[in-house]
């Protein structure tokens, strides 16, 4: 049984390359939601007045990887106290949110927020946010750390230091610590 969890931690490119690491993990899908354009382009997207938010749907197995496990994976590998920006990433494309699927899903992700407030000085800025059509991003963003990224001096720079947190902090879920 597949469970799909989407959330929005700024550059999809940077949170899809965490999650295709994390052991139960099935399948990770950049595209965009939270916005009122019908079939949204990357261009629009990135011009920030769609409402979108760039993000991943995250296929995973909950008998291998709880969804408070994976939520706590997003939370440590994104800076959730920026306001509608990740790094040099800003605009409200690259809010840290969550949309739930369900109220099951809306309380894990509120008390996964809860505990990532309680380890930080700062406020988390995540919103949890309605469900709302997601739109698969073009296909050449689709694993694009695989395809792409390591080519990308952008990618080079965010990636790898995101990467460095999942093994270090998460060892037990990254696939290249188990293998």
Not at 26 to 39: A, K, M, P, Q, W
Not at 102 to 110: F, I, N, R
Not at 143 to 168: F, H
């Amino acid at each position: 049984m597949t469970d799909y969890a989407t959330l929005a931690g700024g550059c999809f490119w940077c949170t899809e390359a965490v999650f295709k690491d994390v052991i139960g993990v099935e399948s990770v899908e950049s595209g965009y939601i939270g916005g009122h354009v019908d079939n949204p382009t990357y261009k629009q997207v990135c011009r920030g007045d769609t409402g979108h938010a760039e993000a991943i749907r995250i296929g995973y197995d909950p008998a291998q990887l709880a969804l408070g496990d994976l939520l706590d994976i997003f939370f440590a590998t994104h800076d959730a106290t920026q306001l509608n920006r990740q790094g040099n990433d800003v605009g409200t494309q690259y809010r840290s949110a969550m949309f739930p699927a369900d109220d099951a899903q809306a309380a894990a992700m509120t008390a996964a927020k809860d505990r990532a407030q309680a380890e930080s000085a700062k406020p988390v800025v995540t919103t949890i946010e309605p469900m709302a059509e997601w739109f698969p991003a073009e296909g050449y963003h689709q694993d694009y750390w695989e395809t792409s990224g390591r080519s990308n001096p952008y990618c080079m720079a965010v990636i790898p230091p995101k990467l460095q947190k999942l093994r270090k902090s998460f060892a037990a879920r990254s696939r290249a610590v188990a293998a």
